[in-house]
């Protein structure tokens, strides 16, 4: 066998196994009861209006342009669409600042391609989503610590990145609900990561992916609506939003989106078109089909079912977390976080419950740039029924409770 | 509007408009003859297969999973049924060698970003499929001239490699009926092509896009069969094989793939999982669904229709064609490579055809990695009738008579 190693580029040494997906490889013997995945339920997928908008397209004039090569921007008047649901959240922009990407993930391959070159910093939050990160790394960044609503001078994050060799980028943040933690970003929060951006002279990424699945309380404005109201319009901005539909229609198309101002979608336009061409013309046009039709209405269908989940997995948790645990509350998405007592590891109790309560999650570790978060987790409800929560919550109630215990001992242990 | 330039990584300055495709706009108008695409024709497309595959899946157990994640390496099926197909033409391999990419422009992209730092060196033809150097050039390369069946030393390539500041990281080539010359690479080409590979340590990328598209002539084994034959395995070639279903099924689903050694594979997968989680999970079931069930009786179906266009082409091409200008014959594939008389630039001849003659074609320059090749152009047939050959090819060649002509001229004003 050849030494690949020597002749791959500098960059191929952090591409790395995803903890998550090499997890859920393990994770899928029939006993285990996850909440490791973040997936949506398959069973309030629209497979009925997917099936419709393939049969049309089949059956109309359209048949010969679905599977021929497409502009690389995206299918017209999905992009068209998006742009009226974009007005309705405050985001006045037209198809021209609109562009189609195969999934919202590689949206963040793609803006992490534009900005970063190595050695270049990224403001993430700790903890902040895993796919971000794995996208990021590939372009060989330094990371320094998001903190929105915090009061660290511009001048740290400045000085930081200098001393690495490079500048600050971007900041890139999930303000809604979040992946991992559930948690939202308040309004004052993002206008003060405005400013900093400002101060910064750098890009905002707003990871919109579960802003749509708000349950209950005050939707907050997006970033981006914000940083349109104070600068007057899109082409001023400098907020880049991604968006996402494989949370409430199907992630199985691979259709997403980025809504910026124009030099930047230029920009990602000619990227798309060296890299791939174009994202698949026959799914943009299923997917235009199925969201111009009954987007609000499958929304609503998702946001029931979920919604309900999270009561339940809130309650739950209630009952059977011992003391000394802490969790999320989120209004919305797919997750919760929980913070386990002190020392306790994340990674060391999965590996337990595998042997013995046979509960699923994902240790939280792996979500922080620095390799902190040790003792924190993620459990999601989105395909979680509810006998599943209450039988999990009691298994993974049990297992921290024992983990307490055994600690307790061994410090106990030590101590002597 | 914010001044984005000075944020953007120093990649992006090498991002500019492919003049392929900025030409394609241009050349919608009505009235104009094309021989500028090199796309499949529409007429061909298997639409009722696709209609029937798409049908199946959301009638039968599968739809959930079609439109849910899926994994990052691909479809088994697929993958599984790639294989067998591999091994039909000398490339023995299982599953595991097998990557699916969301078109095999995709592939080319992941292939520089796994080989290329900035300031390493790629081969390639002069000239060379444009979209090669479009997917490299994010990778910030140097590019030095590939030879197959020349004579230049390893040595040379080394030391030019080293003067510019990288390593030489591989030979990318297409190696039959490429994409834009229409010409094949012989055994004899091949074989040296493998030995200085070997010398030089380097990958060799077999672009394989039109390799199903042979109307006549003899085939030659793919170049990874032979790295295969003489290695003695898979796992001990250094040659990378990517597939593209665009030219043969449908390129509106993006589905291509890359069969290599596991080493490779992995990395690939790794890069993918960054980079977009995986291609279209519904639209790789719809490519097996249909390959699996016909994809031999659509490739003769579409070699019948394309053979006859390139022999009504190079008839015409015979009969209108002045003297002082020459052509390749493509033993398959959509494109013809013509040689302007020396002095003659195709950049120029366009600008006249668009307000004389009104036929189009693509000036031969942007397929040149060092800017040379001014004489040259491409002509496809691929989606032309017989009477638009007769037509174009009679108005291409009074076009570059009347050019010369003044040419001519001009340079005796010049003279005087």
Not at 242 to 271: D, E, H, N
Not at 299 to 326: C, F, I, Q
Request: aromatic share 8%.
């Amino acid at each position: 066998m050849l030494d690949w190693e020597h002749i791959f580029a500098t960059r191929s040494s952090r591409m790395k196994a995803s903890e998550i997906r090499e997890l859920l490889k393990l994770l899928e013997q029939p006993d285990i009861i996850s909440f490791a995945g973040g997936i949506p339920d398959p069973a309030l997928f629209p497979d009925e209006e997917f099936k419709q908008a393939y049969s049309d397209i089949f059956s109309g004039p359209q048949v010969n342009a679905a599977l021929q090569y497409s502009v690389s921007e995206g299918y017209k008047p999905l992009r068209d669409w998006l742009a009226g649901e974009m007005g309705k959240i405050g985001i006045e922009c037209t198809a021209e600042n609109v562009f189609i990407v195969s999934g919202s993930q590689q949206g963040l391959d793609y803006l992490g391609k534009l900005f970063l070159s190595p050695k270049d910093t990224a403001l993430v939050t700790w903890p902040t989503y895993l796919g971000a990160l794995s996208a990021f790394n590939a372009y060989e960044p330094n990371y320094d610590q998001l903190n929105p609503g915090g009061n660290r001078t511009p001048a740290t994050y400045r000085d930081n990145a200098a001393k690495l060799g490079g500048s600050v980028k971007f900041a890139y943040l999930s303000a809604d609900f979040s992946n991992p933690t559930g948690e939202t970003v308040d309004l004052e929060g993002r206008k003060k990561l405005l400013e900093l951006a400002d101060e910064l002279d750098i890009a905002v990424i707003e990871d919109a992916a579960y802003q749509s699945l708000r349950y209950d309380g005050e939707p907050v404005p997006p970033i981006m609506s914000l940083d349109i109201a104070r600068s007057g319009g899109i082409e001023k901005t400098r907020t880049i939003y991604c968006g996402s539909f494989s949370k409430t229609l199907a992630p199985g198309l691979r259709v997403g989106w980025i809504v910026a101002s124009t030099p930047v979608i230029r920009k990602l336009v000619l990227m798309k078109q060296a890299a791939d061409l174009h994202s698949s013309t026959i799914n943009q046009l299923a997917i235009e089909h199925v969201a111009s039709r009954g987007f609000d209405k499958q929304v609503a269908k998702v946001k029931a079912a979920y919604s309900a989940r999270r009561d339940a997995m809130l309650a739950a948790l209630e009952k059977y977390m011992p003391e000394g645990t802490r969790w999320t509350k989120p209004e919305g998405g797919m997750f919760i976080w929980l913070t386990l007592p002190e020392g306790m590891d994340g990674a060391a109790l999965l590996a337990k419950s595998i042997a013995t309560e046979k509960v699923a999650f994902v240790p939280g570790r792996a979500f922080y740039a620095d390799g902190s978060g040790a003792n924190t987790l993620r459990i999601s409800f989105s395909c979680a029924n509810e006998a599943m929560i209450e039988e999990g919550m009691k298994r993974l109630g049990r297992l921290i409770a024992a983990a307490q215990v055994n600690e307790l001992t061994n410090e106990t242990i030590a101590a002597i």
